[in-house]
């Protein structure tokens, strides 16, 4: 049998009080996770994305043991359910799945959905972007189309970093000409209504729960939101710890507390947690 991991010491103060009370009061703690990255390695077509096979056993040991565990995803909300495989899952009969960076939510105990209107920005996007593709120099650039956002990834080009690059003009311009917003990720750039982030959505659920510590683990731009409400919690006193799962991407490697490797690591850290708080 595989000796479990320790758990590791966050690099920061900040970081290790956050885990301090985290361990302290896990009654009172949210564990917030990000999916793309963070629970499922990352792949280059987006429908093959599954969680790592040892998220959800870890997810389920671990959300028994602390107030919440949240997963927090620029995906569609019931995308991320069947891509995690959480439906019905044993311990998960809590979990919460915030989908579209807030804007949708999913439910374990009901197994419902909350969804907001179609914005008509969306459908004026999905018209126009075949001719802003077409003209743009970025062969081998796709449309994801989730419904309330449409994702244009570039990971499957021949050039992958010079066809995001040539499309982030275009594609800023044609989102403002529909009242949308640009988020950049790792290879892909979404389309997405304004007015909710990661941000929002890890705050207003802290708050929902209660929760007097709190865990935020991420890999991409979109996480930057959540890492921000972490470091308002702790200046109100709610004592965080901020997760990096791999250095992809350093804008949120640097302001870690806590880097791990990716997503093998990151279910590595659950374990540990979970481990922790059965036998201190
Ligand atoms: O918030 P997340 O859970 O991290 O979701 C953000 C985006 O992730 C997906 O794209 C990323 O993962 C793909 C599958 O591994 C990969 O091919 C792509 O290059 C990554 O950027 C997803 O497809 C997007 O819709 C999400 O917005």
Excluded at 37 to 48: H, W
Excluded at 158 to 173: N, V
Excluded at 207 to 227: C, H, N, Q, S, T
Excluded at 254 to 279: I, M, T
Aim: glycine share 10%; with cysteine.
């Amino acid at each position: 049998m595989a000796t479990p991991d320790p758990l590791p010491t966050p690099s920061t103060q900040a970081g290790r009080d956050g885990l301090a009370a985290l361990l302290a009061r896990p009654a009172r703690a949210v564990v917030a996770l990000d999916f793309d990255g963070t629970l499922a390695d990352i792949v280059p077509d987006p429908e093959r994305s599954r969680a790592h096979p040892g998220a959800v056993p870890a997810l389920s040991a671990l959300a028994p043991r602390v107030a919440s565990v949240a997963v927090i995803t620029g995906r569609p909300a019931d995308v991320a359910v069947r891509f995690g495989g959480f439906a019905g899952a044993p311990g998960l009969d809590h979990l919460v799945v915030l989908g579209h960076y807030g804007a949708e939510r999913w439910d374990a105990a009901t197994d419902t959905v909350h969804a907001p209107a179609p914005s008509s920005g969306v459908e004026g996007v999905r018209a126009e972007l075949p001719s802003v593709l077409e003209q743009a120099d970025a062969d081998g650039a796709w449309v994801e189309d989730k419904g309330h956002a449409v994702a244009v990834h570039t990971r499957r080009a021949a050039d992958p970093q010079a066809a995001f690059e040539s499309l982030r003009g275009p594609l800023a311009a044609l989102a403002e000409r529909h009242g949308l917003i640009v988020e950049p990720g790792r290879l892909v750039l979404e389309l997405r209504p304004p007015g909710m982030d990661k941000g929002v959505a890890l705050a207003q659920y802290v708050k929902e729960v209660g929760a007097e510590a709190v865990l935020y683990a991420g890999d991409d731009l979109g996480d930057l939101a959540a890492y921000a409400a972490v470091d308002a919690l702790r200046a109100q006193g709610v004592p965080g710890l901020l997760v990096c799962s791999g250095t992809e991407v350093p804008e949120l490697a640097d302001r870690a507390d806590l880097l791990v490797s990716g997503p093998e690591a990151v279910v590595g850290l659950l374990d540990a947690l979970a481990r922790h708080l059965d036998a201190p």
